[in-house]
């Protein structure tokens, strides 16, 4: 079955750059996203990026998509302490099972930002 | 504009009662989805409405576990009998498209 991994943990000093990383399984995933979660909050949208595409810039978010590896990476430019928060890889698109677009979701990546 | 929104907000209840939890998708998208968040995991995927189509329920993890939706508006969530494993946040989802999926803060069940 499908299988999303991450690392659980990620601390770095404001100012630096993050890189989360993240790693699936199902090669018919059209879609590979990206979301944050706040404490207390729903998922947040950052961003997402068609699976024939290797890199997608928006802003300080660059998502870089290594198809052959199976491997999904975000790396947030000049971190900010607003950007604490856990961030969740997921798969998904319109070959997940039973026609449906459900998302597979990895653990989470919980991201401390040290001022 | 008004994102997914979703009540109740926190729900405590007693083993073996019946729990209903609701989810008010952006108004225009026809997918909604219903996931749980277990504490300190990710996301499973419970069931899934797109139009009039029949769900895809092959996230339900038992028969307690039941949803509705109306037309292309509100759904709700039915858990019957509910039991400790059961605690977790419910989370809802709706999507223009099937893809781009956004989501609501969740219901916080707990059950006691």
């Known amino acids: 079955g499908e299988d999303v991994e991450q690392s659980l943990f990620l601390s770095v000093r404001e100012g630096d750059s993050s890189v989360i990383n993240c790693t699936y399984t199902d090669s018919s995933s059209t879609y590979l996203y990206w979301y944050k979660q706040e404490p207390g909050a729903g998922l947040q949208l950052l961003t997402y990026?068609?699976?024939?595409?290797d890199m997608k810039q928006d802003q300080r978010l660059t998502v870089l998509l290594n198809k052959k590896d199976k491997h999904l990476s975000l790396r947030i430019a000049d971190t900010q302490t607003g950007d604490s928060a856990i961030y969740f890889c997921a798969e998904g698109g319109a070959d997940s099972g039973a026609g449906s677009y459900q998302l597979t979701f990895g653990k989470g990546t919980k991201l401390s930002v040290i001022p | 504009g008004a994102g997914v929104s979703q009540s109740p907000s926190n729900k405590v209840t007693e083993k073996g009662k019946d729990v209903e939890l609701r989810c008010d998708p952006i108004?225009?998208?026809?997918?909604l989805y219903w996931y749980r968040q277990r504490l300190g995991q990710g996301l499973e995927f419970l069931i899934y409405f797109q139009g009039n189509s029949a769900p895809d329920k092959s996230g339900l993890p038992s028969d307690r576990f039941s949803a509705e939706r109306t037309g292309e508006s509100v759904s709700t969530l039915t858990i019957q009998r509910t039991q400790q494993e059961d605690s977790a946040v419910y989370l809802c989802?709706?999507?223009?498209?099937?893809?781009?999926?956004?989501f609501g803060p969740g219901t916080r069940l707990t059950v006691t």
């Open positions: 990026i068609f699976s024939n595409m």
């Open positions: 989802a709706s999507s223009p498209t099937g893809n781009e999926q956004y």
């Open positions: 108004s225009g998208h026809t997918a």
